[in-house]
């Protein structure tokens, strides 16, 4: 399996479930945002596990570069070209290519809402144009089972409609289906309400992977909408650690706890939720990782399809931040602060369709993200 963006936050925790569950993994990082030593400590990891058990083990490779250069993707891909047979006549039928790599999941993307908005242009020439790029470069090599990192933030405003949020409510193509109310809904193709450039580029990405593959029907590709992932490997050696300052809740959290930054900013209180702040669906990043896992293994069909990732339950910010300060025993200082740009009140999934079709659903709750990060 090809993993882009492997060293970060999510994908250094989906290459270790990756390498657990026995796939052979290469990484793809341009080390922008994460460091080597998250590579080493993958391998330490992986060398550890399989030390317990008898049988393969398997490999881990790293190769720094950045997804967009085509020149260091093509040799990458060439490295694991499977060599094939001939053709009569190679002019009139050229032979495809193909590769040992089975599968490719994609996490390089920039991710950071507030960036997007002051500088939208570095995040549609990184997620758009990079992915048109890869994906034709994986197609010349056959190379068509394809997982990509979406975004809850694609639903826009339609999240504050105050419950739990279908893949519907997104869709790519027209789509006719039984609401919760038991009511016949018709969602046109599109979404409304996107409220920042980073929640667009993961809409325009998705339109992109459902044309490609309508175009060719030979594509598998699966998209997953993560909401709001936390905690970390329960071993603690594995965490959040970004080169850039993170803007996402439960690194500053950290921050504020062991001294590095003075006070928690809370980002308006006066959204229509229970205690006025902000809520979203939590979901332990482990639970994620293994989201990905089950998208390369249950799924049997063809196309383009999506699915939520998330537990179906929203919590609040005083909520997390009670949470910190239980499992940590330290209190957390906070201060009221205005709402930022292109934030929504509520968050939260309806993951039904990921537990019913990939058979997957998560395990873990806020109080063990929670204790898992603070380990970390």
């Not at 790293?62 to 997804?67: L, P, R, T, V, W």
């Not at 994986?138 to 639903?155: C, E, I, M, P, R």
């Not at 409510?169 to 309400?193: A, E, I, M």
């Not at 006066?270 to 702040?277: E, P, R």
Request: aromatic letters at 10%.
């Amino acid at each position: 399996i090809l993993v882009v963006g492997g060293l970060g936050f999510i994908g250094s925790h989906t290459c270790w479930e990756l390498a657990k569950a026995g796939y052979n993994v290469i990484i793809i990082d341009n080390l922008s945002n994460a460091f080597n030593s998250v590579f080493d400590r993958l391998e330490a990891m992986v060398a550890g596990h399989y030390q317990k058990l008898s049988g393969h083990r398997p490999s881990l490779k790293f190769f720094k570069a950045d997804y967009r250069d085509k020149k260091a993707m093509t040799a990458v891909l060439e490295a694991y070209e499977s060599p094939l047979g001939f053709a009569l006549d190679p002019v009139e039928s050229p032979i495809p290519r193909r590769s040992k790599i089975t599968g490719v999941i994609h996490f390089a993307a920039h991710k950071a809402v507030g960036e997007s908005i002051k500088q939208p242009l570095k995040y549609y020439a990184n997620n758009v144009s990079g992915l048109i790029d890869f994906c034709s470069l994986l197609g010349d090599f056959g190379v068509k089972n394809f997982v990509f990192s979406s975004s809850a933030t694609v639903y826009g405003t339609v999240a504050d409609i105050g419950v739990p949020l279908r893949e519907e409510y997104c869709s790519q193509d027209r789509t006719v289906f039984v609401d919760d109310d038991g009511k016949q809904k018709v969602q046109q193709s599109g979404c409304s309400g996107l409220t920042n450039p980073y929640g667009r580029t993961k809409w325009m990405c998705e339109a992109i992977l459902n044309d490609l593959a309508h175009a060719d029907p030979e594509w598998k590709i699966t998209a997953l909408r993560y909401f709001n992932p936390i905690g970390c490997d329960e071993s603690g050696l594995l965490g959040e650690d970004p080169r850039d300052a993170a803007t996402n809740l439960m690194p500053i959290v950290l921050r504020v706890i062991t001294g590095r930054q003075h006070i928690l900013n809370i980002y308006g209180d006066d959204y229509d939720t229970k205690d006025g702040t902000a809520v979203r669906d939590y979901i332990h990043v482990t639970d994620l990782a293994r989201g990905h896992l089950a998208a390369l293994k249950s799924r049997t069909d063809k196309g383009f399809k999506v699915y939520n990732l998330g537990t179906g339950t929203g919590h609040s910010v005083l909520e997390v931040v009670a949470a910190m300060e239980k499992v940590s025993n330290r209190k957390i200082p906070t201060q009221l602060v205005g709402r930022r740009d292109g934030d929504v009140g509520m968050c939260v999934a309806k993951p039904s369709r990921a537990q019913e079709e990939l058979g997957w659903r998560t395990e873990k709750s806020l109080e063990t993200c929670c204790r898992d990060v603070w380990r970390f």
